[in-house]
């Protein structure tokens, strides 16, 4: 389809091609923007995650503490919960509470926006059949005044043009909701890679409570 055609499809869905239009350049810069935030989170916390590990596996919580209040990355602030926690209780339960706390607080800022594109998606396509129904009007209208002779011609005409605003509508939501699903997706791989750490310091945290344990029974 070269450049030409796509003006004239453009040109002959009629004026409910621009709000479809507008719906899908709104989409697009969300999903743009979000797939550019999730991409960044994803890397800073997998590389706050690895600074952050020789303090853990060291038990140097001063300096864990100290790392998260610099850092941005959601992965520090769960992590500082639940190392502060570790102060006031030994319960498992109550430090892991704490740790959910934290990724609860991360969970609006990656779940952002991102559910605007299926709501756009269906706007688009509630825009295009609008279009269609609207265009199919003012054709059977045209129609009627028409001589005998051109009504079959001039109405399978002007049904194809109505029938570009459907078509474009489908065009945009289809992307929208792939994009959709898409970040969804990724949002959802940066969650599970959260609670994957919150594990991973709570098994270090109870090696440690354990080792300490047998190092006590055997002074003993």
């Known amino acids: 389809m070269d450049m030409a055609t796509i003006i004239a499809f453009f040109q002959n869905g009629g004026p409910f091609m621009?709000?479809?239009a507008f719906v899908l350049a709104v989409g697009l810069?969300?999903?743009i923007e979000r797939f550019i935030f999730l991409s960044g989170a994803?890397?800073?916390n997998r590389r706050a995650f690895d600074q952050?590990?020789?303090y853990?596996?060291?038990r140097?919580?001063?300096?864990v503490l100290g790392f998260a209040q610099k850092s941005k990355a959601p992965i520090t602030r769960i992590i500082a919960a639940g190392v502060a926690k570790t102060a006031t209780t030994q319960k498992r339960d109550e430090v892991e509470y704490a740790m959910d706390e934290g990724v609860l607080e991360a969970l609006p800022r990656l779940e952002r926006r991102t559910q605007y594109l299926a709501t756009l998606a269906n706007i688009a396509t509630l825009l295009g059949l609008l279009g269609t129904i609207i265009g199919l009007i003012a054709a059977f209208t045209a129609v009627a005044n028409a001589d005998p002779a051109e009504k079959a011609t001039l109405l399978s005409q002007s049904i194809s043009i109505a029938m570009n605003t459907t078509a474009f509508g489908l065009m945009a939501a289809i992307p929208l909701l792939l994009l959709h699903?898409?970040?969804?997706?990724?949002t959802s791989?940066?969650?599970d890679s959260l609670e994957m750490a919150m594990v991973k310091f709570l098994n270090m945290l109870g090696d440690s409570r354990t080792a300490a344990g047998n190092a006590g029974s055997d002074k003993a």
């Open 52 to 54: 952050m590990l020789p």
């Open 56 to 58: 853990l596996q060291k």
């Open 181 to 186: 699903s898409f970040l969804q997706s990724k």
């Open 29 to 31: 810069a969300i999903a």
């Open 42 to 44: 994803k890397s800073s």
């Open 60 to 63: 140097d919580y001063k300096n």
């Open 189 to 191: 791989e940066i969650i």
């Open 18 to 20: 621009y709000p479809i």
